[in-house]
């Protein structure tokens, strides 16, 4: 499903296929690769604990807001969530838009024993086999930016890969396309993809729809405690928060209170 032109989402998915297009990096060789390498952790097993888990972010800067905590240790900030009770950690590698790389990925997933999301703009298998590589354990696929059969062909390769995927919808009609590929974990974005506008209602009417045996995760605009209380008694297994936790100035802290809301 597309979106409305000139959407933030437009411009920064157009930015990713342009660089894939110029990719001339062998798909065969970096799948034998991926291949090699030992089994990931399990995401959404972590996910699903008594309780509200949180998936915490590391997150540089924001494309709306500029920087957040640009000179963030990505080692220190990891442990400093898992302390506080984060059940996974999400790491932002798109450097243009968010000022995340790789780099920050590995250097988190090293300094904890968490399962670690690649939060990126998935375009190309190598997006995916890039992941792996890079030592993630679960990717994001986000329905809006693909095809139906992008979707079918990277979530059918993260499978393969031992990835797991976060689809990311944002309404009825995506959540569909989600279920029909056989997606186990689904987040809903709660920030509108044409005014950029968090919209807390959304969350509530899509939990409602989400089958019981699918983890539900929702995402963006987590406010602190009392959203996150909602948010759980709204169906949510987990909430993926990034700018509440950054700027906080006590990340441990402010995951803890997160999960304390339930």
């Known amino acids: 499903m597309s979106v409305g032109n000139g959407t933030y989402l437009d411009r920064i998915i157009a930015e990713h296929r342009a660089r894939a297009l110029v990719d001339q990096r062998p798909v065969e060789q970096l799948l034998t690769e991926a291949m090699l390498l030992p089994e990931t ?14 998936i915490a972010e590391i997150k ?41 790389s790789p780099a920050d990925l590995e250097l988190a997933r090293a300094a904890v024993e968490l399962p670690v999301l690649r939060k990126d703009f998935t ?39 031992g990835l797991e995927a976060l689809v990311e919808i944002h ?27 968090v919209d807390h209602e959304r969350a509530a009417r899509m939990a409602a729809l989400i ?27 987990a909430i993926l928060v990034g700018e509440t936790l950054v700027t906080s100035g006590d990340a441990s802290a402010a995951v803890a209170a997160l999960r304390e809301a339930v």
């Open 211 to 237: 089958p019981d045996d699918v983890t539900a995760v929702a995402e963006s605009g987590v406010r602190g405690p009392a959203d996150a209380a909602t948010l759980h008694q709204a169906g949510y297994a």
């Open 171 to 197: 309404d009825e009609l995506e959540l569909v396309a989600a279920l029909e590929i056989g997606a186990e974990l689904i987040g809903v974005n709660q920030r509108d993809l044409i005014t950029f506008e």
């Open 123 to 161: 375009v190309h298998e190598r997006d995916i086999l890039d992941a792996r590589i890079m030592g993630a354990d679960a990717v994001l696929l986000i329905v809006a930016a693909l095809s139906k059969e992008e979707l079918e062909r990277f979530f059918s390769l993260s499978c393969e890969l």
């Open 60 to 100: 540089r800067r924001s494309p709306s807001k500029g920087d957040l905590f640009i000179d963030l240790n990505p080692s220190v900030l990891a442990r400093e969530y898992a302390a506080g009770g984060a059940a996974c950690i999400s790491v932002l590698t798109d450097e243009a838009n968010f000022a995340g």
């Open 41 to 54: 952790r399990g995401f959404r097993s972590s996910l699903n604990q008594p309780g509200l888990s949180v």
